[in-house]
């Protein structure tokens, strides 16, 4: 079951803060997001597994609320190079391997 | 850092030929897959490959399509009989384990398909 990403576009200018969220009608076993730039591959930022976690790197971070069906990736104090298209890719229970499937993308632009 | 490659980068191949796109996944790697997007769209399950068999496919992974690791580290995708719609941006990922899930999948920088 797909994915349902807002919003699905935002324009930012360098500084300011944006928040993605992915959301599904099921419990997720996991959450995977990843940035997309336009003609390249999709390059992986973060997994979150638990309920009710919260997990981070540098300006970037992410939260998965404890029913384990919404996540929201947060994007803190934009650079130019955040532009690109983020996507969530979510597991869910008893699939076979671990595919993801998507949702339909955020496409963010950071203006100087 | 390690990366998944994939050959060629850009494929143009006339409707009703076969088309083989290649991928040499991260060498430590036991989990590997097949993505489309097509141009402007989400990014699409094919296929997912572990210890030398299909363990899961979508329903775009008809007859047309398979997959094979012919040797120890390329991982191919063949359609036999390519149609219109089979144009888009291919990708190969593979993950260390999927014993359990949540395991990040790393991708290749694809391959364009453009079929005239």
């Known amino acids: 079951q797909q994915p349902v990403q807002s919003p699905q576009a935002v324009i930012l200018r360098e500084g300011e803060d944006a928040v993605i969220n992915c959301s599904s009608s099921?419990?997720?076993?996991?959450v995977h997001w990843y940035r997309q730039k336009h003609g390249e591959a999709p390059v992986f930022l973060m997994i979150?597994?638990?309920?009710?976690e919260q997990k981070g790197h540098e300006k970037i971070s992410a939260s998965f609320n404890e029913k384990k069906q919404q996540s929201s990736l947060y994007l803190t104090a934009s650079q130019l190079s955040y532009s690109g298209t983020y996507f969530c890719?979510?597991?869910?229970?008893?699939?076979?391997?671990?595919?993801?499937?998507f949702g339909t993308g955020t496409l963010l632009a950071v203006q100087p | 850092e390690p990366e998944v490659t994939q050959t060629p980068s850009h494929q143009v191949t006339q409707m009703g030929q076969e088309v083989i796109l290649r991928c040499v996944p991260i060498?430590?790697?036991?989990?590997f897959y097949w993505y489309r997007q097509i141009l402007g769209q989400k990014v699409e399950f094919l296929v997912s490959?572990?210890?030398?068999?299909?363990?899961?496919k979508s329903e775009i992974f008809d007859d047309q399509f398979s997959v094979e690791r012919p040797d120890g580290s390329n991982f191919t995708l063949k359609i036999r009989s390519t149609k219109l719609e089979d144009s888009a941006m291919y990708f190969c990922?593979?993950?260390?384990?999927?014993?359990?899930?949540?395991?990040?999948?790393?991708f290749g920088d694809g391959t364009r398909l453009s079929i005239l």
């Open positions: 890719g979510t597991e869910s229970y008893g699939g076979a391997t671990n595919k993801l499937i």
């Open positions: 060498s430590n790697h036991l989990y």
């Open positions: 979150l597994l638990k309920g009710g």
């Open positions: 099921k419990a997720l076993y996991s």
């Open positions: 990922a593979s993950s260390e384990n999927s014993a359990g899930g949540g395991q990040p999948q790393h």
């Open positions: 490959f572990y210890n030398n068999e299909i363990s899961e």
